[in-house]
């Protein structure tokens, strides 16, 4: 297997390069179903008493996806992996020109589901992992999950895991995250939010010391996913110190809710129903949306950032970089030392 469909690809970023002036979308999140074969106790993207959007109506929300330029379009939930058509749904966003993944807690993953879904065209996959054990409020643990990340790590697909900083793991994600460099798995830190503010973190000691941890690590070289900038972004946050920046949401990057609507992202209410947007409608979403301070969607933030704050991410970036290089170097040489 190649990775043909990776979005982060020569070919596809070469694709991206026009989105650097113009206003039409890199990424959509098309949410494909309500429900979820999990509980924890930090997340709200989940309804059991729904049910999975029909693949007729998602077929026609991925044609509206490429008519509006999306590059790449997500498949999340709920938990994805639940929905019947999976499958089919990815082989028709590739067949369109697009490239496609998934997030999941990797439960129901299995090495020939993951094959299967790999050659539909699945060319990026995030598992979702929290603590070292389970617990009623977080089941996505490495006891539970550690066989999956192996699997996962063994094939040719962008690939990370996600843990989220919250007051049940934040004890535990070191030990997670070392894991999971030990392999070569990338890992990404979220800080928990309510709704999509970080409001239940400012000011958490604990918190910040991981997030710099984080740093630490990525600047000895280690697999961390997270850029410099959102490591910083997070940092000023959490200090008191919010980063003044334009959410590009609803222009670069946006939601459709399984009944069909159009979001910012998630935790913003819905704009209009999807089949109403346009390219234009697109346009006119690059200003303000008024709910950037104190932010916690690192989808949206990772996207909005380098087109809200060029100077200021370029800047952070080749400062951290040059860090990052020298940090190497030491290493190196201490190395030949011994």
Same mark, same amino acid.
């Given at each position: 297997?190649?990775?043909?469909?990776?979005? &982060? !690809?020569?070919?596809?970023?070469?694709?991206?390069?026009?989105?650097?002036?113009?206003?039409?979308?890199?990424? #959509?999140?098309?949410? $494909?179903?309500?429900?979820? +074969?999990?509980?924890?106790?930090?997340?709200?993207?989940?309804? *059991?008493?729904k049910d999975h959007v029909p693949y007729d109506e998602l077929v026609r929300r991925i044609d509206k996806c490429?008519?509006?330029?999306?590059?790449?379009?997500?498949?999340?939930?709920?938990?994805?992996?639940?929905?019947?058509?999976?499958?089919?749904?990815?082989?028709?966003?590739?067949? +369109? /020109?697009?490239? &496609?993944?998934?997030?999941? *807690? /990797?439960?129901?993953?299995?090495?020939?589901?993951?094959?299967?879904?790999?050659?539909?065209?699945?060319?990026?996959?995030q598992i979702s992992l929290d603590a070292l054990n389970p617990?009623?409020?977080?089941?996505?643990?490495?006891?539970?999950?550690?066989?999956? $990340? %192996?699997?996962? #790590?063994?094939?040719? $697909?962008?690939?990370?895991?996600?843990?989220? $900083?919250?007051?049940?793991?934040?004890? %535990?994600?070191?030990?997670?995250? %070392?894991?999971?460099?030990?392999?070569?798995?990338?890992? +990404?830190?979220? @800080?928990?939010?309510?709704?999509?503010?970080?409001?239940?973190?400012?000011?958490?000691?604990?918190?910040?010391?991981?997030?710099?941890?984080?740093?630490?690590?990525?600047?000895?070289?280690?697999?961390?996913?997270?850029?410099?900038?959102?490591?910083?972004?997070?940092?000023?946050?959490?200090?008191?110190?919010?980063?003044?920046?334009?959410?590009?949401? /609803? +222009?670069?990057?946006?939601?459709?809710?399984? !009944? /069909?609507?159009?979001?910012?992202?998630?935790? @913003?209410? #819905?704009?209009?129903?999807?089949?109403?947007?346009?390219? %234009?409608?697109?346009?006119?979403?690059?200003?303000?949306?008024?709910?950037?301070? *104190?932010? =916690?969607?690192?989808? @949206?933030?990772?996207?909005?950032?380098?087109?809200? *704050?060029?100077?200021?991410?370029? =800047?952070?970036?080749?400062?951290?970089?040059?860090?990052?290089?020298?940090?190497?170097?030491?290493?190196? @040489?201490?190395?030949?030392?011994?």
């Amino acid at each position: 297997m190649s990775r043909a469909n990776d979005p &982060t !690809s020569p070919g596809a970023l070469f694709r991206s390069l026009p989105r650097a002036w113009d206003d039409l979308p890199i990424w #959509a999140q098309l949410n $494909i179903t309500w429900k979820c +074969n999990l509980d924890c106790v930090y997340c709200t993207e989940y309804d *059991n008493s729904k049910d999975h959007v029909p693949y007729d109506e998602l077929v026609r929300r991925i044609d509206k996806c490429k008519e509006l330029g999306t590059l790449h379009t997500d498949m999340i939930g709920g938990e994805p992996m639940l929905h019947p058509d999976l499958e089919r749904l990815m082989s028709y966003v590739t067949q +369109n /020109g697009m490239t &496609t993944g998934m997030t999941t *807690n /990797g439960f129901l993953l299995t090495e020939d589901r993951l094959k299967r879904l790999m050659d539909a065209g699945m060319g990026r996959i995030q598992i979702s992992l929290d603590a070292l054990n389970p617990t009623p409020g977080t089941p996505k643990s490495l006891k539970t999950l550690r066989k999956k $990340i %192996e699997m996962v #790590a063994k094939y040719p $697909i962008w690939f990370r895991v996600n843990t989220v $900083i919250c007051e049940q793991t934040v004890d %535990e994600v070191e030990q997670v995250a %070392e894991f999971c460099m030990g392999l070569g798995v990338p890992i +990404n830190f979220s @800080v928990v939010h309510n709704r999509g503010r970080l409001t239940k973190s400012l000011n958490n000691k604990l918190y910040l010391d991981r997030v710099r941890w984080l740093k630490e690590q990525k600047l000895q070289g280690k697999p961390i996913s997270t850029y410099y900038f959102l490591i910083d972004y997070y940092e000023k946050a959490l200090e008191g110190k919010p980063m003044d920046w334009t959410c590009q949401a /609803g +222009n670069k990057c946006y939601y459709v809710s399984p !009944s /069909g609507d159009f979001h910012f992202c998630f935790h @913003v209410d #819905a704009q209009m129903p999807f089949h109403q947007v346009t390219r %234009e409608t697109l346009a006119g979403n690059r200003g303000k949306k008024g709910c950037e301070t *104190n932010c =916690g969607v690192d989808c @949206v933030l990772s996207t909005s950032l380098p087109y809200s *704050n060029l100077a200021t991410v370029a =800047g952070i970036e080749a400062r951290d970089g040059l860090l990052q290089i020298r940090s190497q170097l030491k290493q190196k @040489v201490a190395g030949l030392r011994t």
